[in-house]
């Protein structure tokens, strides 16, 4: 695995620089797409719900990613699927903590809490966590002041609704315009709680509260995303329902390949770093992809 970071001296300034990527003291070039590695130790998550509550398995499970080329891993307590009931934050520390704590004591690799819950921040930042990333945009009105001090990094996710209700909410009149607003607003959200752009990348929340024609329409305009937000994209397209319904129905478990054809998609289109189940294809397949994309079309 190899992390291209340095100590964290950035220019305080209006104009931000959408190459890197401020995470807790340490900053991570974007020159190459990176990949985050999705280790859920939920019981019901869609794709791999249950295999891994336990530290000491969650644990190899890391270290499996990292040596298959992960730039970071994102830990989760809570099933984000369309339907799923939320937990308490005091379950989904309990589910969090132990693994991230355990993850941090055996690797060298930057670990993000996937939560939307201030109090659940707050534990895992405590416990070392380097990103929070937060499918609601920072819609828990505590979470920016808990952030903010701590230097970690953010992702801010768009989203409406509850996992439980989002479905019901996919009436956009430009969805790539719409989602662009409203993901403007989190940003705003950050700005007055003080956390640095620098710090933050934006996920358009491809399955939550979208349909299928419009999560492939957000992939195809990623570009456009990234040129009106002024920061860097995610992608967190792996194993969603969108491409089961693409390939003819296939479970969650035989997306794999569709999957890494969404994020090769989004590299085309603008997307940097790439969250994902299946690292190893995907690190294989961006890495490939990355070098032909970064040739000049006049060379052909």
């Known amino acids: 695995m190899v992390i291209s970071s340095a100590r964290l001296d950035l220019p305080r300034s209006p104009t931000v620089s959408n190459d890197v ?9 974007l020159d190459r797409p990176l990949v985050m590695g999705i280790l859920n130790v939920t019981p019901d998550s869609f794709s791999d719900g ?29 099933s984000t699927r369309p339907g799923a009931p939320a937990v308490s934050a005091d379950e989904e520390a309990a589910r969090v903590v132990p693994v991230l704590r355990a993850i941090k004591d055996a690797l060298d690799v930057p670990v993000s ?13 405590d416990g070392g ?40 909410m996919t009436d956009y009149g430009d969805v790539v315009d719409d989602v662009a607003a409203e993901l403007e607003q989190a940003l705003e959200r950050a700005d007055r709680a003080g956390i640095a ?20 329409e957000l992939i195809a305009r990623l570009a456009r995303l990234e040129r009106r937000l002024g920061r860097p994209v995610l992608l967190g397209a792996s194993r969603k329902s969108f491409i089961g319904a693409l390939l003819g129905g296939v479970p969650a478990d035989l997306r794999d390949a569709g999957s890494v054809g969404a994020c090769v998609a989004g590299l085309a289109r603008g997307a940097r770093i790439f969250r994902v189940h299946d690292v ?16 000049s079309p006049e060379g052909s």
Not at 21 to 29: E, K, T
């Open 50 to 78: 249950g295999r891994f509550l336990d530290p000491a398995r969650a644990v190899e499970q890391a270290r499996r990613m990292a040596e298959d080329g992960a730039d970071l891993i994102d830990v989760g307590g809570e």
């Open 113 to 125: 809490v996937d939560t939307r819950k201030a109090d659940v921040a707050r534990e895992a930042l």
């Open 280 to 295: 190893r294809s995907t690190r294989h397949a961006l890495d490939v992809a990355h070098a032909v994309l970064r040739l």
């Open 21 to 29: 990527w401020a995470i807790r003291g340490r900053v991570l070039s």
């Open 197 to 216: 752009r620098e710090r933050i990348v934006l996920d358009p929340g491809i399955g939550f509260a979208k349909t299928a024609e419009q999560n492939l």
């Open 129 to 168: 966590a380097d990103v929070i990333n937060d499918v609601s945009g920072l819609g828990d009105a505590r979470m920016g002041g808990i952030v903010a001090p701590s230097g970690a990094g953010l992702v801010l996710m768009h989203m409406r609704g509850t996992p439980e209700t989002m479905q019901r």
